[in-house]
């Protein structure tokens, strides 16, 4: 039974994720809540191995063997890690979740919204996250932030056309579900979008 909530932070890669989850984390210990932070792929130890897979490794990947491993690597997740998480009563903040795999495998990749929906209602039945922290934010500007970061991802590698389309179906979600998903101006300098998430936190 769930107890605590779980948050999750979604955008482009560069939109500055990484970089307000550390305002989140302390924000809620502010207020005494015990925040468990994890990832997606990711979180879990098979996770982090499917991760690699998805990731790391540069070999040509069929588009719906992405879109399975991203979702086995959930299930992982939300059975093992999110489910006993909230249950214990703590709450979990994840670096993405299922709307990265409608944006990157459907929008960027061009994989139909009810095949995914399909594996959706499969992996995670009635389960959704209390709130979705969207940081949008020009693909260009995004991109910029990254470069520093030096060799790219299997991912990373694609395209400004390829995050574009990623862009426009994370905003796409973010209209079908207004009451979850916050939109936020991610275009900001980093203490603006903390103000703006901290606004959409305290509602919660
Ligand atoms: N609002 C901002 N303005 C300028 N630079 C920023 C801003 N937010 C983050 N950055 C910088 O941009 C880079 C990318 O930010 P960050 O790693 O937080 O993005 P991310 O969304 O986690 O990316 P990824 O999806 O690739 O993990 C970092 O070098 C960070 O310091
Ligand atoms: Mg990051």
Known sequence: MQKGKCIT???????????????????????????????????????????KLLLGSATKMHDETELMLMFAA??????????PTLANGDWVLSDRFTDASYAYQGGGRGISVERIAELESWVLQ???????????????????????????????QEDSRFFNRVRDAYI????KFPERIKLIDASQDVENISNQIQKVLATL
């Open 9 to 51: 932070i979604d955008g482009i890669d560069g939109a500055g994720k990484s970089t307000q989850i550390d305002f989140i984390c302390a924000y809620l210990k502010t207020r005494n809540i015990n925040v468990v932070l994890t990832r997606e792929p990711g979180g879990t130890e098979i996770g982090e191995k499917i991760r």
């Open 74 to 83: 959930r299930n992982e997740h939300i059975q093992n890690k999110i489910i």
């Open 126 to 156: 009635d389960f959704a996250p209390d709130m979705t922290l969207l940081l949008d934010v020009d693909v260009e500007i995004g991109m910029q932030r990254v470069v520093s970061r030096g060799q790219k991802g299997r991912i990373e």
């Open 172 to 175: 796409a979600r973010s209209q």
